[in-house]
C-alpha cells in the first residue's frame, strides 16, 4: 500500500476542504470572530489602554511669586501634560492630595527668585501620591523633564541658573517620543492573533462532536493528518486576513512605525498563528462541548499571553520562577518579534531564535493534536 500522498489524499483532502470552506461560509460567526473581533480588540485596546499619563493634576504652590516662578509656571501651563491648580498654602494642596483631586504639589519656596537670580541651586519641591508607584515615577520623570528643559531655556538666554558638574544628554533610541503605543499596539496584535486563532480551532472540532458529525468524519477513509490539515488550511487563511487588518489599523489609524520587513513580519506571523491554531486544535481534540473548548482556550491560550509576554508587566523584574514559565508561553517570542520589527527593524539576533522558538512550539503543538485525535479515535 502506498503510504505517500498519492491522488487519493489529495482529492480526499480537496473534498474535506471544500466542505470546510462551505461550513465556514454557512456559520459566519468564525468569519466575524477572525475579521471583526481584530479590528475591534485593536480599537478598544489601542485606545483605551495607554501607559503615557496626560492632563496630570497638580497643584501649584508658590510661597512668593516673582518673573522666575511665572515664567517656570508658563513651562508647565503649555505642556498637555499638566493641568494645575493654584493652591495658597501647602496645606491647601495636601487636602487636594487627599481627596484624589490632584496627583501631586509644586512648592516653590520663598527664595526661589532670589536663588535662581543668584545662578545658585533653587530646589522645587514635588510631593506625589504614590498609591499607584508607576504613574508616580512616570509623573516625576515628566516634571524632571520639564525643569531640565527651563533650566536649559534661561542658559540660553544668558539668565543665571545653577548649573551642576554634569548635564545628562538623554536620547531615546527606536521610541523617541516614548510613546506608550508604539510598543502596546504591536503588543496587542499578538493578543488578538492569540485569541482569535486558538478560540478558532478550539470550537471546531468540539463543535463536530456536539453535532454527532465527528464519528461520521472519522468513519471515512480520511486520514488524521488529512483532517488536521484540512481544519487548518481555511481557518489560517481567515487568521492571516485578520493579521492584516490589525498591521493596517495599527499603521495608518494608531501611527505604529513599521521599520522592519512587512514579509518577515508576515512569516513570523504565519508561523505563530499556526501554532495558536496547532494549540486550539489540541485542546479541541480532547474535549467534547464548545463551551468547556472555549473556556479551555481563554485560560491556556489567552491569559498566558497577556500576563506572561512581557506586554504589559516587564518579565525581568518579576521573579525567577514567572521568568521560567514565561519562556512555555509562545506569545512571549511573538511580542519580541512584533516590537523590534515594528520600532527597530530587521534585528535577527533577536528574531532568529524567537522564530525558531514558535517553529518549535508549532510542531509541537501539532503533534499534540495529532496524537489527542488518536486516542480518540481509537475510544
Not at 76 to 105: K, M, P, W
Not at 355 to 362: C, D, K, P, V, W
Request: with cysteine.
Amino acid at each position: 500500500m502506498n503510504k505517500g500522498f498519492n491522488k487519493a489524499h489529495l482529492l480526499r483532502l480537496r473534498g474535506f476542504l471544500r466542505k470546510e470552506a462551505l461550513q465556514i461560509r454557512r456559520d459566519p460567526s468564525s468569519i466575524l470572530l477572525a475579521l471583526v473581533l481584530p479590528i475591534l480588540l485593536l480599537v478598544l485596546l489601542g485606545y483605551g489602554v495607554s501607559l503615557n499619563p496626560v492632563n496630570v493634576p497638580l497643584a501649584w504652590v508658590d510661597d512668593s511669586p516673582s518673573e522666575a516662578s511665572r515664567d517656570l509656571r508658563g513651562s508647565f501651563e503649555g505642556n498637555s501634560y499638566y493641568v494645575l491648580t493654584t493652591c495658597a498654602s501647602l496645606h491647601e494642596a495636601q487636602q487636594l492630595v487627599e481627596t484624589g483631586r490632584v496627583d501631586g504639589i509644586i512648592h516653590l519656596q520663598s527664595d526661589f527668585d532670589r536663588r535662581v537670580a543668584r545662578g545658585e541651586t533653587a530646589p522645587v519641591q514635588l510631593l506625589l501620591n504614590g498609591v499607584d508607584a508607576n504613574r508616580a515615577n512616570i509623573v516625576r520623570g515628566y516634571v524632571g523633564a520639564t525643569l531640565g528643559v527651563w533650566t536649559q531655556k534661561r542658559a540660553s538666554w544668558g539668565t543665571p541658573v545653577a548649573q551642576s558638574g554634569a548635564v545628562v544628554n538623554a536620547r531615546l533610541w527606536f521610541n523617541a517620543a516614548s510613546e506608550s503605543r508604539n510598543f502596546l499596539v504591536p503588543g496587542l496584535i499578538v493578543i488578538i492573533m492569540t485569541v482569535t486563532g486558538t478560540l478558532l480551532t478550539a470550537l471546531i472540532i468540539a463543535r463536530e462532536s456536539e453535532r454527532g458529525t465527528l464519528e461520521a468524519i472519522l468513519a471515512t477513509p480520511l486520514r488524521v493528518y488529512e483532517f488536521l490539515i484540512g481544519k487548518t488550511l481555511p481557518y489560517f487563511v481567515l487568521g492571516m486576513l485578520g493579521f492584516f487588518l490589525s498591521v493596517a489599523g495599527g499603521i495608518f489609524v494608531f501611527g505604529v512605525p513599521l521599520r522592519g520587513s512587512f514579509w518577515l513580519l508576515t512569516l513570523c506571523s504565519s508561523v505563530f498563528l499556526l501554532a495558536a491554531l496547532g494549540l486550539g486544535l489540541a485542546l479541541s481534540a480532547r474535549v467534547r462541548v464548545q463551551f468547556v473548548a472555549a473556556q479551555l482556550s481563554m485560560i491556556i491560550g489567552f491569559l498566558p499571553a497577556f500576563f506572561l509576554s512581557g506586554l504589559i508587566f516587564d518579565l525581568h523584574s518579576t521573579p525567577d520562577f514567572v521568568q521560567a514559565l514565561s519562556y512555555l508561553v509562545p506569545a512571549r517570542y511573538f511580542v519580541s518579534i512584533c516590537q523590534t520589527l515594528f520600532l527597530a527593524g530587521d534585528v535577527w539576533s533577536v528574531v532568529g531564535p524567537a522564530l525558531l522558538a514558535l517553529s518549535f512550539f508549532g510542531v509541537l503543538f501539532f503533534v499534540l493534536a495529532r496524537k489527542n485525535l488518536s486516542l480518540r479515535i481509537k475510544r
